[in-house]
């Protein structure tokens, strides 16, 4: 609870599973000068981000969106992400799960699954899931989210 920052930051994760985990911001905005996204998928030089599935996850008050994606074979579900972008920002940050062409090294999200998540916050209803100009959303499965304005 509290976190001032990404609250889980996939640098070099692959092939497991971020389940059940709970990420809350109560307090005001100013209160997180270093907040970010709830959930960051990373790479290094030698590890490419592939094959995670995140489910069941509770982001809350999160200072931008909820899941920042890169790379493939991700499976995204079941996740509950409320009050995102509480800094009510545009572009990529503004995304309850945004969809990168990549991090550290070119890496675009694909071939994922994202389904039966919660999204709500500011601007949630136009910009639940995004992508990055290089990213075809048309590559994955994108359903039944539920996608809301707070």
Do not use: W
Not at 80 to 106: C, E, F, V, W
Not at 112 to 128: D, K, P, Q, T, Y
């Amino acid at each position: 609870e509290e976190v001032d920052g990404k609250c889980i930051d996939l640098d070099g994760f692959h092939d497991g599973a971020v389940r059940a985990n709970t990420c809350i911001n109560r307090e005001k905005l100013e209160n997180y000068p270093y907040g970010n996204f709830g959930i960051a998928l990373n790479n290094t030089p030698i590890v490419k981000s592939e094959n995670i599935s995140i489910t069941d996850n509770l982001l809350e008050g999160m200072k931008f969106g909820g899941i920042f994606v890169i790379g493939a074979g991700h499976h995204i579900s079941g996740n509950q992400m409320t009050r995102l972008n509480s800094a009510h920002q545009p572009g990529l940050l503004a995304s309850g799960i945004y969809l990168a062409g990549g991090a550290a090294k070119d890496d675009p999200a694909r071939n994922l699954r994202i389904e039966n998540n919660v999204i709500s916050g500011f601007g949630m209803a136009a910009h639940c899931v995004q992508a990055a100009p290089t990213v075809k959303m048309s590559d994955s499965v994108i359903q039944n989210n539920i996608c809301r304005d707070e």
